[in-house]
T-cell receptor, first 112, second 114 residues
Framework: NAGVMQNPRHLVRRRGQEARLRCSPM?????VYWYRQLPEEGLKFMVY????????ESGMPKERFSAEFPKEGPSILRIQQVVRGDSAAYFC??????????FGQGTRLTVV | DQQVKQNSPSLSVQEGRISILNCDYT??????FLWYKKYPAEGPTFLIS?????DKNEDGRFTVFLNKSAKHLSLHIVPSQPGDSAVYFC?????????????FGKGTKLSVKP
C-alpha cells in the first residue's frame, strides 16, 4: 500500500544546472498537485495535472519551470537553469477526481 | 490575493485543553475543505475534511466546523496532546477543472505544552 513517492528526497544543484523532481502518485490516483514551500512560509500552489493534461499552471513561474504527468510513469517537475532562490521543499500530492489529496515526503532542493 | 487565510501564525495551548484553529476563505466556489498537519521535514498528513453541504464533521479528537455564510471554518482538537504540536494547514477546493485546485493557507503552528 505505497503512498505518494517522491524522489530524490534531497537534491543539490549548482546554479545553472537542471533539477528534475519525480512524483509517483498513489495507485488509482489520476491527479497530481505540486507545491513549493519556502523557509518559514506556507505551501504555495504551483501546478495541477491530470494524466497527459495540465489543468492549471497558474502558480508556476513563467520561465524555467515545467511539469508533466505522462500516461505512463511519474509526474516530473523540471527546473532549468536553477538559481539560489529556487532552493525550497517541493511537495507533490495525488488524489482521485475528488476527495482528499495525499502528500509525498517532499524533495528538498538546494542550489549552491 | 490570498483565497485561504489563516490569520494566526501560531497558537499555544496547555495539554488537555481545547485547541481551536481558524481559517477564512474568500472564494464562494470552494465546496470542499480539508485540514492537514505537518511536522518538520515531512510531507503534510491529511487529518479531516468537510463538504460544503455539511456544517460539522467529527473524527475522534478532531472536529471541523464550517460556517458558509461567514466563509469560515475551524478545527477543534480536544483534548490537546503534546504530539499534536505541528503546523496545521487549512485547504479548500472547488469542483471540476481548474476549480479542482487545492489552495492552502499559510499554516498555524500549534504548540501543546505538557
Amino acid at each position: 500500500n505505497a503512498g505518494v513517492m517522491q524522489n530524490p528526497r534531497h537534491l543539490v544543484r549548482r546554479r545553472g544546472q537542471e533539477a528534475r523532481l519525480r512524483c509517483s502518485p498513489m495507485k488509482g490516483h489520476s491527479h497530481v498537485y505540486w507545491y513549493r514551500q519556502l523557509p518559514e512560509e506556507g505551501l504555495k500552489f504551483m501546478v495541477y495535472l491530470q494524466k497527459e493534461n495540465i489543468i492549471d499552471e497558474s502558480g508556476m513561474p513563467k520561465e524555467r519551470f515545467s511539469a508533466e504527468f505522462p500516461k505512463e510513469g511519474p509526474s516530473i517537475l523540471r527546473i532549468q537553469q536553477v538559481v539560489r532562490g529556487d532552493s525550497a521543499a517541493y511537495f507533490c500530492a495525488s488524489c482521485r477526481d475528488q476527495g482528499e489529496a495525499f502528500f509525498g515526503q517532499g524533495t528538498r532542493l538546494t542550489v549552491v | 490575493d490570498q483565497q485561504v487565510k489563516q490569520n494566526s501564525p501560531s497558537l499555544s495551548v496547555q495539554e488537555g485543553r481545547i485547541s481551536i484553529l481558524n481559517c477564512d476563505y474568500t472564494n464562494s466556489m470552494f465546496d470542499y475543505f480539508l485540514w492537514y498537519k505537518k511536522y518538520p521535514a515531512e510531507g503534510p498528513t491529511f487529518l479531516i475534511s468537510i463538504s460544503s453541504i455539511k456544517d460539522k464533521n467529527e473524527d475522534g479528537r478532531f472536529t471541523v466546523f464550517l460556517n458558509k455564510s461567514a466563509k469560515h471554518l475551524s478545527l477543534h482538537i480536544v483534548p490537546s496532546q503534546p504530539g499534536d504540536s505541528a503546523v496545521y494547514f487549512c485547504a479548500a477546493r472547488g469542483y471540476g477543472g481548474s476549480q479542482g485546485n487545492l489552495i492552502f493557507g499559510k499554516g498555524t503552528k500549534l504548540s501543546v505544552k505538557p
